[in-house]
Structure formats: structure tokens, C-alpha cells
């Protein structure tokens, strides 16, 4: 019984310290600690997103409308907000990656799963965001 016991906490502090590391992975913007990526969204962003839209971008119209980098680290919580307002919208659109892009790039195309993965994503960081 002891035995039991001691492996309980022991379990049970390890999935603690697991949740405790993973979130300090996530959360890197110094004004507003609850903007978080999960890795499943990070990796579409980074196919399909990231390339246009980051501060070294040579696309500047992208730059100037979206910059991911600065999402994490950079834009204040109200206009997180407002982007993640603008992500939700054009991906419920399917307006990005735009058509031209996908045209001559077509891996870089969102399945449908990614695209309600993204979107249920923004809606609920902006949620949490909100709060
Ligand atoms: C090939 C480059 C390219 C890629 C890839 C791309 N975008 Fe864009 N994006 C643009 C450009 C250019 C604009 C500006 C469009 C305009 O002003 O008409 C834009 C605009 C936007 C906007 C602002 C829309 C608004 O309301 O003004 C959002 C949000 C956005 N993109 C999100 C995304 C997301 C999310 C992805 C990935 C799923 C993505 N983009 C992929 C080039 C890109």
C-alpha cells in the first residue's frame, strides 16, 4: 500500500512537471503569457503561413498584415486579438495561402482538418485572450 502510494506522487508529480515545462515552451510573449501554439497549429504555420508572413519577409504586403513572429513576442494583447480575428476569418474563407501561391505550390494547401484545427485554435485563444 505504501508502495502505491509513493508511486502515486511520484506519477503524479511528473505529469506535473511534463504540463509545467510544456507550457513554458508555448508561452513567450513577455505582455500577455497566455498567447500559446500548440505543435500540431506550429506546423501548419510553418508550412503554409510562416513564409510570407514574418518580419524578414520579402512579401511585404503579407509582412505588413500578418507577422507570426510577432505574435509570440512583439504585438500587443489587443491586436493578438484582432490577427487572430483576421486568421479565423480567412482561413474560414479559404483565402490563405492565396490561390496564385497554391497554384504553382500546391502541397502547401490546407486539408480540411487543418483548417478546422486552425480555426477552432484562434477562436479559442482569442477566448483566453479575452478573459
Ligand atoms: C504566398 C504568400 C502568403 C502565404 C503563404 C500566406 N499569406 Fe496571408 N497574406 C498574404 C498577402 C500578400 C496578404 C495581403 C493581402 C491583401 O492585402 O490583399 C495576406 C493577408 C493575410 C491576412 C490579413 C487579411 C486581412 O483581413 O487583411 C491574414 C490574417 C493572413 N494573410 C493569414 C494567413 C494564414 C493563416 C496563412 C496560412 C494558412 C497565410 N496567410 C498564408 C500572403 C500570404
Redesign the pocket.
Known sequence: MKKLVLFSIIAFGGLVFMNFSRVENQTINPQNNKYEVPENVQA??DR??????NSDSK?E??K???SWDLMKKGYKTHKIIA?LG??E???QKN????E??LAKYPD?K?SDDERNI?IKWAQEMTKKMSE
Do not use: A, T
Open positions: 501548419i504555420i503554409s503561413c510562416f513564409g510570407c508572413h512579401n504586403k503579407g505588413k498584415k500578418l490577427k483576421e486568421i476569418e480567412v482561413l483565402e490563405m495561402p492565396p496564385k501561391f502547401k490546407l486552425m
